[in-house]
């Protein structure tokens, strides 16, 4: 069995036809249907059904590919861990960043990183959290910055931050004038909340999945923040985004009584991961970025996982 022969077996797989995985390969049909068959009879299984047009990969071939993937993926981090002892550095991490905290904690600690690590190439893409654990598992990300908790025990989990949740109330809505708000006392049908993001889920968990103000939709959060400024409706707060409000802005924005309803943000890594002293140096930066920012340790997570 080598890598070569799997790498085959995988572009067969996507393509079901052996012109096409060829040509994906770079090699002869010949040359590539060849080793194909010789890794079959070293493994006396069939994992093409080669009557079907197109092509069908064999239950048994299916479950194979799954490791075959495992395999090709841990072995090019041989070459990863080469380039480590010779050079004691990595040139290039990739990390993903949940959307909803990309124009509030991405600014903290980003520059810091690129100014600290000049000698790697820092990359990043925002996605959702389920996308961003897809790709960590995949390894086309080496870490991720998304709310947790989370269960996996693969995965190594490093609290960044415990942030509260706030909320906006104009004036033409305000019922009370006590600085912090009890959660009993929303009216979630006047609560105009994104349509479907992270931060859509943990407020849907706050608030016990409640009715919310269905006729606006959208993700943007300071779009949401702008129409319930306008006397729309009330909306969620985040605290990072709280904080680049002007201080007009802030006079209408409360806390919820304590314990702070909060989201943990972490950082998240493969436990495995050959890349875990400079992920761990990452974070070590991250923290130091945010000693800035106010810390709140009366804090109830929101655990968005059951």
Do not use: W
């Amino acid at each position: 069995m080598t890598i070569t022969q799997l790498t085959y077996v995988l572009a067969l797989n996507k393509h079901k036809n052996f012109t096409k995985a060829a040509k994906g390969c770079m090699v002869s049909q010949p040359s590539l249907s060849m080793q194909i068959q010789k890794l079959e009879e070293e493994l006396k299984v069939s994992l093409f059904d080669r009557t079907k047009k197109p092509i069908e990969t064999t239950k048994i071939g299916k479950k194979l590919i799954n490791q075959f993937k495992v395999i090709i993926s841990e072995s090019k981090k041989v070459y990863e861990i080469i380039n480590y002892e010779k050079q004691k550095t990595f040139r290039k991490i990739n990390f993903g960043i949940s959307s909803c905290f990309e124009s509030s904690l991405l600014p903290i600690f980003f520059k810091t990183l690129k100014s600290k690590l000049k000698n790697i190439n820092i990359d990043y893409l925002k996605n959702n959290k389920e996308g961003l654990l897809k790709l960590l598992n995949e390894n086309k990300l080496d870490f991720i910055i998304t709310n947790t908790p989370i269960n996996n025990s693969e995965l190594n989990v490093k609290v960044l931050y415990y942030e509260p949740l706030m909320i906006l109330i104009p004036d033409n809505l305000r019922l009370s004038e006590t600085d912090t708000i009890d959660l009993n006392e929303i009216n979630t049908e006047k609560l105009i909340v994104p349509k479907s993001t992270d931060l859509r889920k943990t407020i849907n968990k706050l608030f016990d999945n409640k009715k919310f103000n269905s006729k606006i939709k959208s993700n943007n959060l300071q779009s949401l923040f702008n129409l319930s400024y306008s006397g729309i409706g009330i909306t969620i707060v985040p605290f990072l985004f709280y904080k680049n409000l002007s201080q007009e802005k802030r006079n209408n924005v409360y806390h919820f009584k304590a314990p702070f309803p909060s989201r943990e943000i972490s950082i998240i890594y493969k436990r495995k991961s050959i890349k875990k002293d400079i992920i761990e140096e990452i974070c070590s930066l991250i923290k130091k970025s945010m000693k800035s920012i106010e810390i709140f340790s009366d804090v109830k997570i929101i655990d968005t996982t059951n």
